[in-house]
């Protein structure tokens, strides 16, 4: 009944609508921009307006629920950034069902795996996915129907055109004015389930529900809706589909790319003198490395998530473009929905260094010591703890106590302190995930894939600091007696089983034993005191 002085609380008022299902309050504020485009394809510059990804999604909804689609089945997206994805996302939305996303890198035993944790009733999924990995889908007995991006057709598939576009002859367009979406208790159905990596095995789903949404999409913008904004970031991720999505609520045109390709990025600012670009850094370093052939001066506004920035990378930011905003404006964890702070601040070399926030709105902050759980006060170092609406549902199929603690709680892994004016500073990090390129690798799923190799004996990852992609992986070896693989043996067997950012960029050392705690667990610490001495022996 009585706030803890301890305790760092957000602001609390945060206006939704009563109706609490996402699709609906998203379609109900693309409908008040209508003609204006929405998206833009820079590869192809196909361009998308309100109006047609509105009506995509109430045909779509309409045309899953003919199909026996029902409240609370679970639908997959599996899909490079392309126009149709958001008449799909939000149509699924409205119909009640949960949506979960499958990163486009994935292969083999990563798609089995996340598929296995959501077990989708049915797909949507590109041309270019389909045709990778058709055979391993139709090998997964949950899955029941396929519908495929485009007008193309493939067997025992359906198209989402058809399903979706109106060609005035089978499929009408369906009118707004008499449309519903489905009634859902937004603050406990599940609207999303993204994959989060664990610290120390495969990735979680992560469920987000109508509220989840709500609450981010309901609070002030982090980009001017009247300049026109590039984005890079794959839908797939909590950063691109949530960000996305708010920017659909709010009018924005935004420029995206279907991948990442650094002269195509660089033309596409200049072609469409882009205002505000989201990134993460690698795609700074990327750019300020890149030959100095475009025009860039339309940029005023960097907006950078997802890992931290090297002062390096600032100095040379502001170097090239003075009149720039660079702001690493969210502390950001998956099952936070993307943010946990706000309060942007501009980077600059002259300023402390680390992140400072303060808690966004309906958010309540706490940090504890991490042995002792004690708390502590201002500018006393220990692992940031968190709590609010904003924050996840759980993680699927698994009990809350798996993500919260007794207090609800939410512990995030990370090391920081708040000072006196409730601004959040990270130091360091609990948590054994490799930080590369925006992406999280847990590495005790390489361990896993590189104990199936014949040679190995015993195997321990740990990440090392890349100055272009944050961390890499880098693998600590055990042969087994009287066999014999060399670094890039070990490289290729990676490199054939797991998805492009889980590559052994830090390299093999090849050791005689892994250090280990009397448990059994793996003393990454002393692999990092290895790694950075050069020794191969404890």
Request: aromatic fraction near 10%.
């Amino acid at each position: 009944m009585i706030r803890n002085p301890l305790f760092v609380y957000g602001p609390k008022n945060v206006p939704v609508p009563s109706d609490l299902n996402f699709g609906s309050y998203v379609l109900d504020h693309m409908r008040k921009f209508k003609d204006k485009v929405a998206l833009i394809n820079g590869a192809t510059d196909e361009t998308i307006t309100y109006k047609e990804i509105a009506q995509q999604s109430m045909n779509f909804a309409v045309s899953l629920t003919h199909m026996g689609t029902k409240k609370d089945d679970v639908i997959a997206i599996f899909s490079e950034n392309r126009n149709e994805y958001w008449g799909a996302v939000i149509g699924v939305a409205c119909t009640g069902a949960v949506l979960t996303t499958i990163s486009p890198a994935y292969f083999g035993d990563e798609i089995r795996h996340v598929l296995g944790i959501s077990k989708p009733k049915y797909m949507i999924i590109s041309p270019a996915m389909y045709k990778t990995h058709e055979k391993l889908l139709r090998s997964i007995d949950c899955i029941k129907k396929f519908i495929v991006f485009g007008n193309e057709r493939y067997p025992i598939t359906f198209s989402y055109d058809a399903l979706a576009i109106a060609d005035g002859r089978e499929m009408k367009d369906v009118q707004y004015e008499i449309f519903i979406p489905v009634d859902v208790k937004g603050q406990t159905d599940t609207l999303f389930i993204l994959y989060s990596s664990g610290t120390t095995g495969l990735p979680k789903g992560v469920m987000l529900t109508h509220l989840n949404m709500l609450l981010q999409s309901c609070m002030p913008p982090s980009h001017d809706p009247t300049q026109i904004t590039l984005i890079v970031t794959p839908w797939y991720h909590a950063m691109g589909l949530v960000g996305v999505l708010s920017g659909l609520a709010i009018g924005r045109t935004a420029v995206y790319l279907p991948k990442f390709e650094v002269e195509l990025y660089l033309r596409t600012i200049e072609k469409y003198k882009v205002v505000q670009i989201t990134v993460v850094p690698p795609i700074l370093v990327a750019t300020c490395k890149f030959p100095k052939q475009h025009d860039l001066s339309s940029i005023r506004l960097i907006y950078s998530a997802a890992a931290p920035l090297d002062k390096d990378m600032i100095k040379a930011v502001y170097e090239s473009n003075p009149n720039v905003n660079l702001t690493c404006p969210r502390y950001s964890l998956p099952p936070t929905n993307e943010a946990l702070t706000t309060d942007r601040w501009r980077y600059n070399h002259q300023q402390k260094s680390g992140l400072h926030k303060s808690p966004d709105r309906t958010r309540a902050a706490a940090r504890r010591r991490t042995k002792t759980r004690k708390l502590l006060g201002p500018n006393q170092q220990g692992e940031i703890c968190a709590k609010g609406d904003v924050l996840m549902k759980g993680y699927f199929g698994k009990p809350r106590s798996d993500a919260f603690d007794n207090e609800d709680f939410y512990n995030t892994g990370d090391v920081g302190y708040y000072d006196e004016q409730r601004r959040f500073y990270i130091t360091d990090r609990l948590k054994e995930l490799i930080k590369y390129k925006g992406f999280q690798i847990p590495p005790a799923e390489l361990e896993a894939v590189l104990l199936q190799h014949e040679a190995v004996k015993d195997a321990g990852v740990i990440g090392i600091k890349d100055k272009s992609a944050g961390e890499v992986p880098l693998a600590f070896v055990v042969l087994q007696p009287e066999k014999s693989a060399s670094e890039q043996d070990i490289k290729d067997f990676i490199a054939e089983r797991l998805s492009n950012p889980k590559q052994l960029r830090g390299g093999v050392k090849f050791v005689e034993q892994i250090p280990k705690s009397p448990s059994g667990k793996i003393l990454r610490k002393e692999l990092r005191k290895m790694a950075k001495s050069g020794r191969s022996k404890l």
